[in-house]
């Protein structure tokens, strides 16, 4: 049983296109994280959220971490087909011990 | 600067061997953490060391599994009888500081395991 539920779990999509990918959870975390993985490499980290309600940008990406802490939200607008990989969510506890959601796969089509 | 690295890339064993995985953090990075991750899903935690001390052990699948950062560096994780189910790319990842609430894991690439 997996404590963070991604989803979807695979999306593919034109390029120029938006789209929304979540993480839930019933724990609630001190800190959530998300990466991208591409083939054949470690995971990255992309942003690291950890008050509840709190929204980061990232050039055309936008996480949210829930009021609660339990869940958070990865948008994308506009995808560029460099934004194709395995998007991971993480949440921590006492920041030093994390658990990694299963991911969604993301295509995006020239 | 050099990131974490891990060694061997590949390793293929025969059920029953036993292996260690050896990571190498990036210097003066005070966390340690080893994950197991099947092809396509998320990283599963194994355990975590600060320094030289191991945090936390309660993702090891069983007590074939065993890690040890005598030196507060160089990592290694040994699996004794290998057995088929425990094929698997298995990531190492430090952290500069613990505690900290921007906590950033940088990964190696990774041991790939297959036993046969």
Redesign the interface.
């Known amino acids: 049983t997996q404590l963070?539920e991604?989803s979807p779990q695979f999306l593919s999509i034109q390029e120029g296109e938006n789209l929304t990918v979540y993480c839930n959870s019933s724990s609630v975390f001190?800190?959530l994280q998300w990466y991208r993985q591409e083939p054949g490499?470690?995971?990255?980290?992309l942003v690291?959220v950890?008050t509840g309600g709190e929204v980061k940008k990232l050039k055309r990406l936008t996480f949210q971490f829930g009021d609660a802490r339990k869940d958070s939200s990865l948008h994308i607008t506009a995808a560029q087909p460099g934004d194709t990989g395995?998007y991971?969510c993480?949440g921590?506890y006492?920041?030093?011990?994390?658990?990694?959601?299963?991911?969604t796969?993301l295509n995006v089509k020239p | 600067g050099a990131g974490?690295s891990q060694s061997p890339r590949y390793k293929v064993t025969k059920r029953g061997q036993d292996v260690a995985l050896r990571c190498d953090p990036i210097s003066g990075h005070v966390?340690l953490?080893w994950?197991r991750q099947a092809l396509?899903?998320?990283?599963?935690?194994l355990t975590?060391f600060?320094y030289e001390a191991q945090?936390?052990k309660s993702g090891l699948p069983n007590d074939r599994f065993s890690a040890e950062r005598p030196e507060g560096s160089i990592s290694t994780l040994t699996i004794q009888r290998t057995e088929q189910r425990d094929s698997a790319m298995y990531?190492c990842?430090s952290s500069l500081v613990?505690?900290?609430?921007?906590?950033?894991?940088f990964?190696?690439?990774?041991t790939r395991l297959t036993v046969l």
């Open positions: 963070l991604q001190s800190s490499e470690g995971p990255v980290l690291t950890v395995l991971l993480a921590g006492n920041f030093n011990k994390f658990y990694f959601g299963s991911g796969k | 974490v966390s953490y994950y396509g899903q998320g990283p599963e935690f975590y600060n945090q936390d990531r990842a613990s505690l900290a609430a921007y906590n950033e894991q990964f190696g690439p990774g």
